[in-house]
């Protein structure tokens, strides 16, 4: 499997499993409210709110996910100059160990 579709995959089984606990959370909140307890009804309002902030990170990351543009392949131009300079920093840091560098 591809890695882009691995990853979109995993921010949708993110997404369903924060959209699952929100709205569970609610429903408790919402019982202990009906019931009397004054402090959830806080939490009732609190967890549609970490829902709908669930649906603006999964947008999020799957715009960005999608507009992630594939790194072009290698230039073999680039990749002889990168290899001289790791040469050359091989033999400087090579010298400094030397007791006459």
């Known amino acids: 499997m591809p890695t882009k579709t691995k990853n979109v995959l995993l921010i949708y089984l993110g997404l369903a499993l924060a959209e699952a606990l929100c709205w569970t959370a609610f429903g408790v909140e919402l019982d202990r409210a009906l019931t009397g307890n004054r402090l959830s009804w806080a939490y009732v309002f609190e967890w549609p709110l970490f829902s709908l902030y669930a649906l603006?990170?999964?947008?999020?990351?799957?715009?960005?996910?999608?507009?992630?543009?594939?790194?072009?392949?290698?230039?073999?131009?680039?990749?002889a100059a990168l290899e001289a300079y790791n040469e050359y920093l091989r033999r400087v840091h090579h010298d400094e160990g030397s007791p006459t560098g």
């Open 56 to 79: 603006y990170m999964a947008r999020k990351m799957l715009r960005e996910e999608r507009s992630t543009p594939v790194p072009p392949a290698a230039d073999p131009v680039e990749d």
